[in-house]
């Protein structure tokens, strides 16, 4: 058996409320649990500093009473009995007075507040008078000490306690003006405790596609330091990291261009054959690898090429008649009307490497470009192919990833033109994305957002 206690679904089922209802941010979280806390503290601290005077205050008054009881009944005890009626309004107090009645019948007293003041008048006026206590309509302290003069006349001390003493017309202002000043510490405390958070977060966001390290301000109290320290010698080891990786990547894709050039050779000086034919297209798909390769390497981690002012109608209309002057069946859709600040280069290359795919599994293509908003294109690149599977949609942008099935030795590619058209992509802030299309066929849908500046780096 477990040592711990099951929770119950009523538990669970408040935390997952409160879960729900909280705020999202850490900032708010935190400021809201400070404050709480903070304001139930102060709550608490006035509500028990009130209770103390009320008791200091209730002590005071408990002997006073004893005091002043025993003087008042003695008075009007030898006072005549014509002069007593005249003598009762002066006896009286704030918390209690006196009629020369029988007073009213009730239970017996029991509010722990009113016997402590009757165990006073007790003491008071017992045992040289009887007397009898009962409470009384009118608030849940009141009551009255029925008590019978010497003479046979009877007395009624009715007791209306007040609870403790009157509080400031000023204190609610002051408990208000209080918990602001207390809000205010808890927000610029916790303002301060997430400022180096909300820095971290911009340095890693601003790590882009080229993985250049963003170096995060070391200064602030020794826990942040020590943190963005870390954070920036961990920005340093993956760059290093990456860039060995890619440079043995465009080493090798380099280095294998002069053996494979040097076999063609070789293989165009053979008699023709069908065998011959076979090494000629196995070499051509080295070199396009070796190529893809080096293309890969530098869409990772080369130098971006500077932004600029385009109209990417004229140059996906070029793209398009270059396709159409080498006999491709590829069509191109005007729908924008306006330039757009990005990097032409990058740009030219995802729409050929996108189209490529279109002629080499459909035979035709089809580019579409739409404005979605004043600073947002969208250029879709649509073929009516055997499509992709739903559940490799994802897959197929992963370097060197094939899919088998639709593709044969003679269509096959190297994998890695979907990966560079990608981290192109990323490189002018937009999104690359494939969807199948209603009646059979692929749509790679580009989503493009206008950069800040010409020559943004």
Same mark, same amino acid.
């Given at each position: 058996?477990?040592?711990h206690?099951?929770?119950?679904?009523?538990?669970?089922?408040?935390?997952?409320?409160?879960?729900?209802?909280g705020?999202?941010?850490?900032?708010?979280? #935190?400021?809201?649990? #400070?404050?709480?806390?903070l304001a139930?503290?102060?709550?608490?601290?006035?509500y028990?500093? &009130?209770?103390?005077?009320?008791?200091?205050?209730?002590?005071?008054?408990?002997?006073?009473?004893?005091?002043?009881?025993?003087?008042? /009944?003695?008075?009007?005890?030898?006072?005549?009995?014509a002069?007593?009626?005249?003598?009762?309004?002066? !006896?009286?107090?704030?918390?209690?007075?006196?009629?020369? @009645?029988?007073?009213?019948?009730?239970?017996p007293? =029991?509010?722990?507040?009113?016997l402590?003041?009757?165990?006073?008048?007790?003491?008071?006026?017992?045992?040289?008078?009887?007397?009898?206590?009962?409470?009384?309509?009118?608030?849940?302290?009141r009551?009255?000490?029925?008590?019978?003069l010497?003479?046979?006349?009877?007395?009624?001390?009715?007791?209306?306690?007040?609870?403790?003493?009157?509080?400031?017309?000023?204190?609610?202002?002051?408990?208000?003006?209080?918990?602001?000043?207390?809000?205010?510490?808890?927000?610029?405390a916790?303002?301060?405790?997430?400022?180096?958070?909300?820095?971290?977060?911009d340095?890693?966001?601003?790590?882009?596609?080229?993985?250049?390290?963003?170096?995060?301000?070391?200064q602030?109290?020794?826990?942040? /330091?020590?943190?963005a320290?870390?954070?920036?010698?961990?920005? =340093?080891?993956?760059a290093?990291?990456?860039?060995?990786?890619?440079?043995?990547?465009?080493?090798?894709?380099?280095?294998?261009?002069?053996?494979?050039?040097?076999?063609?050779?070789?293989?165009?000086?053979?008699e023709?054959?069908?065998?011959?034919? =076979?090494?000629?297209d196995?070499?051509?798909?080295?070199?396009?690898l070796?190529?893809?390769?080096?293309?890969?390497?530098?869409a990772?981690?080369? /130098?971006?090429?500077a932004?600029?002012?385009? @109209?990417?109608?004229?140059?996906? @209309?070029a &793209?398009?008649?270059?396709?159409?002057?080498?006999?491709?069946d590829?069509?191109?859709?005007?729908?924008?009307?306006?330039? /757009?600040?990005?990097?032409?280069?990058?740009l030219?290359?995802?729409?050929t490497?996108?189209?490529d795919?279109?002629?080499?599994?459909?035979?035709?293509?089809?580019?579409?470009?739409?404005?979605?908003?004043?600073?947002?294109?969208?250029?879709?690149v649509?073929?009516?192919?055997?499509?992709?599977?739903?559940?490799? !949609?994802?897959?197929?942008?992963?370097?060197?990833?094939?899919l088998?099935?639709?593709?044969?030795?003679?269509?096959?590619?190297?994998?890695?033109?979907?990966?560079i058209?990608?981290?192109?992509? #990323?490189?002018?802030?937009?999104?690359?994305?494939?969807?199948?299309?209603?009646?059979g066929?692929?749509?790679?849908?580009?989503?493009?957002?206008?950069?800040?500046?010409?020559?943004?780096?």
């Amino acid at each position: 058996m477990s040592g711990h206690p099951a929770r119950g679904p009523g538990v669970s089922g408040v935390i997952a409320l409160l879960r729900r209802l909280g705020p999202a941010s850490l900032f708010a979280r #935190l400021s809201l649990i #400070l404050l709480a806390g903070l304001a139930a503290a102060q709550f608490l601290s006035a509500y028990l500093t &009130i209770e103390e005077r009320n008791d200091a205050s209730m002590g005071a008054m408990i002997d006073y009473v004893e005091a002043d009881l025993r003087t008042a /009944v003695a008075l009007i005890d030898r006072l005549p009995r014509a002069e007593r009626a005249l003598w009762l309004p002066r !006896l009286a107090r704030g918390g209690y007075r006196f009629s020369s @009645d029988a007073g009213l019948a009730g239970p017996p007293v =029991r509010s722990p507040y009113s016997l402590r003041l009757l165990a006073s008048a007790t003491r008071a006026l017992a045992p040289g008078y009887a007397l009898s206590a009962h409470a009384v309509e009118g608030g849940p302290e009141r009551f009255q000490v029925h008590v019978r003069l010497s003479d046979g006349q009877p007395l009624t001390v009715d007791f209306r306690p007040r609870r403790g003493l009157p509080l400031s017309a000023r204190l609610p202002y002051l408990l208000a003006g209080q918990l602001a000043l207390v809000a205010l510490a808890c927000w610029l405390a916790v303002r301060l405790a997430i400022k180096p958070l909300l820095t971290l977060a911009d340095a890693a966001d601003s790590l882009g596609p080229d993985l250049r390290p963003v170096r995060m301000p070391e200064q602030g109290p020794s826990e942040v /330091v020590r943190a963005a320290r870390a954070f920036n010698a961990m920005q =340093r080891r993956i760059a290093a990291y990456v860039d060995e990786r890619l440079r043995i990547l465009a080493a090798i894709s380099h280095d294998l261009q002069t053996p494979i050039t040097r076999m063609r050779l070789r293989v165009d000086l053979m008699e023709e054959s069908a065998q011959q034919q =076979r090494l000629i297209d196995d070499l051509q798909q080295l070199e396009d690898l070796a190529r893809q390769g080096i293309g890969y390497a530098r869409a990772m981690h080369g /130098v971006l090429e500077a932004a600029r002012a385009i @109209d990417p109608d004229d140059l996906l @209309d070029a &793209i398009a008649l270059d396709y159409r002057d080498s006999g491709a069946d590829v069509a191109f859709t005007r729908r924008s009307g306006a330039p /757009v600040i990005t990097r032409p280069g990058a740009l030219r290359r995802i729409v050929t490497n996108l189209v490529d795919n279109g002629i080499k599994y459909a035979g035709q293509a089809e580019i579409v470009m739409e404005r979605c908003g004043g600073a947002v294109i969208t250029i879709r690149v649509l073929d009516r192919g055997p499509g992709i599977p739903e559940a490799a !949609l994802e897959a197929v942008f992963e370097p060197f990833y094939r899919l088998e099935s639709s593709r044969s030795r003679d269509t096959g590619g190297t994998g890695l033109g979907l990966a560079i058209a990608r981290q192109l992509a #990323l490189t002018l802030a937009g999104t690359l994305t494939l969807h199948q299309r209603p009646g059979g066929g692929l749509e790679a849908r580009l989503v493009l957002r206008t950069l800040e500046a010409p020559g943004a780096p």
